[in-house]
């Protein structure tokens, strides 16, 4: 038994470490795959339904039907910068000095892609997001296809273009945008990504922080950023950041703790004004489409790269610590705070209380990890 189990495991370990990539762990390493041990849903809401970006779903069987209609953005993104000299070949020369550095931007090893064929799929990827997001803006027709005009289709390939398991390299985006943006300064790659994030969280008052500074690693987490609050972006860590002694809403009310609604730039944005023993939280509205997907994303990736601003993991456990039945959901309703035209009380209660499981209780360096979280827990 131990002469077959000595070869067995070593195999094992030479199988395991191929799988991981050298950089994983690594302040490069930003594009996940997600555990399917992962509760709440979250592994399942970091995977494509309907278009594969980047590697880890490439070639996948249920996915090839949008394949061939990304060739198609390629060769109409060439019709308008060829006559400028930008080719097919510029747009593989700017890629390819990158490749290591793509490479090290993976969790798990993508070796079996070789040089040509990694730098052929961001070539691809990376001008099928640009035209897109092109569109999407008006600055160029759509193309004539009755697929992108399907809505059902086209909300999936945006919600897809935001899955943490679906992300392209942010710099391999904006070395393909600076190529093909002829002529120049009809717009910026900033400009075209914060109109499409505008297409999601329904959250009265609003306004994605247009800030030109943020570098995002990906478009997942540009996303992310731009839902922090300005003066949170380089929080410090407090002392207490524990949410799971938060009593929910329901009994907070029972305490002669109040909730209002809160206009506010983010959904992130919530306050506990302790003179008046009042929280505000800018009103949300939550659908199937959204929230579902959004913020189990946006968690992933906070765990996964190990981030020091846990912000939306904060929101979602400080939310979930407040949602705990349908009485809180409807109380929180009552308040303004939240609105579910496509889920039910119960529904919701239960997207909650998933999360709160999946997440870790711990959210040190959070815009809501600070003493007055302890307000809150000891009320």
Known sequence: MKQQLLPSMSEDIEAALKRLSESAGESRCSIFRVSQAVAGGIAEACRPRMVSIGQYHHGESELEMFQGHKWRYLPSMLGRTQSHGICLEKLINVVAPKEKIIRQCYSESIDNFNGSDLVKMMVLDGCFIIEFFRELSKLIPYLDSPLIYNTYVKAFVMQDILRLENQVPYFVLHVLFETTNVPEGTSSLADLSFNFFSCFL????????????????????????????????????????????????????????????????????????????????????????????????????????????????????????????????????????????????EDLARFFGNIRKAAPSDVKGSYLASEHIMHLRLA
């Not at 478009?219 to 929080?235: A, G, M, V």
């Not at 912000?311 to 705070?337: C, E, P, W």
């Open 202 to 345: 329904k959250v009265k008052g609003l306004r994605l922080e247009r800030r030109i500074h943020l570098r995002g690693v990906h478009l997942l987490n540009l996303f992310r950023l731009s839902l922090i609050p300005s003066d949170q972006q380089d929080n410090q860590v407090h002392q207490y950041s524990s949410f799971h002694m938060i009593r929910s809403a329901s009994k907070l009310c029972r305490v002669g703790i109040r909730f209002k609604q809160r206009e506010a730039s983010t959904f992130l944005e919530i306050k506990f004004d302790k003179k008046h023993r009042t929280i505000g939280i800018p009103k949300i509205a939550v659908d199937d489409d959204d929230l579902n997907w959004i913020l189990p994303n946006m968690i992933a990736f906070e765990q996964c790269r190990g981030q020091k601003d846990n912000h939306v993991t904060a929101y979602a456990m400080f939310m979930g610590s407040l949602i705990r039945t349908v009485d809180d959901v409807q109380l929180l309703r009552n308040y303004k705070v939240i609105s579910n035209h496509g889920m039910s009380n």
